[in-house]
């Protein structure tokens, strides 16, 4: 099945190369991209086929990747729109709800929308989906392999959800690399190298992380048994506890899922 991507941004980019990774062929991927310069890269770089604007690669594609900036979905949607037939379109532009981009594309319903996350650059992201009941058995599972790529994913059978989705997920890459910048600094105020408070904060997190991934107890499990009784864990874990820092996890987060359903309302609203 060919699939037409329109933008070749880092996103686009990743999940073209984690698709030739699992041995894709590079002849039945294209990219719709507007920028000479990009056009070029993708082109050497990746060896797949590009053009400056939407023609034959996204009316004789099955799948049609739709990988802009929001505010650009709008137009992009105008361009696509005759082209269209029975593909499926897939967009991650974030906060663009599947009845907007519906509508923009003339009530054309076989959409499911994508929420990837940055470490999908690594081949580490987590990716959530939400289909429109038109999309058919094998187009989800077609919209899973290209975003299984680059990483795991997960479907979710409520849009909205989405928004939780993208406070977590979404965002999630920023708060852990905001938690690595505190350990970092502490690491150096207490007198540790640059060079070694940047390999201590990286590999513990990394470390910690693959733990929990691997093990089938909670998380809670795991930091109690590092936790001995009148140690310097507990001690750190007390001082965390009387500065509230795990409500205000939770508090920011949330506000970060209302951020994501006032955008997901402005944006549709505003084109």
């Not at 406070?167 to 905001?178: N, Q």
Request: charged share 20%.
């Amino acid at each position: 099945m060919k699939i037409a991507f329109v933008g070749g941004g880092n996103m686009a980019s990743a999940l073209i190369g984690g698709l030739i990774q699992k041995g894709y062929a590079r002849r039945d991927i294209s990219v719709v991209e507007v920028d000479r310069t990009a056009r070029e890269r993708l082109s050497s770089e990746l060896g797949v086929g590009v053009a400056d604007h939407p023609g034959g690669e996204v009316a004789n594609a099955g799948v049609v990747l739709l990988a802009v900036k929001p505010q650009q979905l709008r137009a992009v949607a105008a361009d696509a729109q005759p082209l269209l037939s029975s593909q499926l379109v897939l967009s991650i532009a974030a906060g663009i709800r599947t009845a907007d981009l519906s509508r923009w594309l003339g009530g054309y319903a076989r959409v499911v929308r994508a929420m990837p996350n940055t470490p999908a650059l690594v081949l580490a992201g987590v990716s959530v989906l939400f289909g429109m009941p038109s999309v058919t058995a094998g187009q989800r599972d077609m919209a899973e392999k290209i975003l299984g790529a680059v990483g795991s994913t997960l479907w979710v059978d409520r849009e909205e959800l989405l928004d939780a989705v993208t406070a977590v997920s979404g965002s999630g890459p920023a708060y852990v690399f905001y938690f690595i910048e505190a350990l970092e600094q502490a690491a150096l105020e207490l007198g540790l190298s640059a060079a070694h408070a940047r390999r201590l904060s990286l590999d513990t997190f990394l470390g910690a992380a693959r733990l929990a991934h691997s093990v089938s107890e909670e998380p809670g499990v795991l930091r109690a048994r590092v936790t001995s009784k009148g140690g310097t864990t507990e001690r750190a874990l007390h001082c965390m506890d009387e500065a509230g820092v795990r409500q205000s996890i939770v508090e920011a987060v949330k506000q970060a899922a209302q951020r994501s359903r006032e955008l997901g309302e402005e944006l549709g609203r505003a084109q």
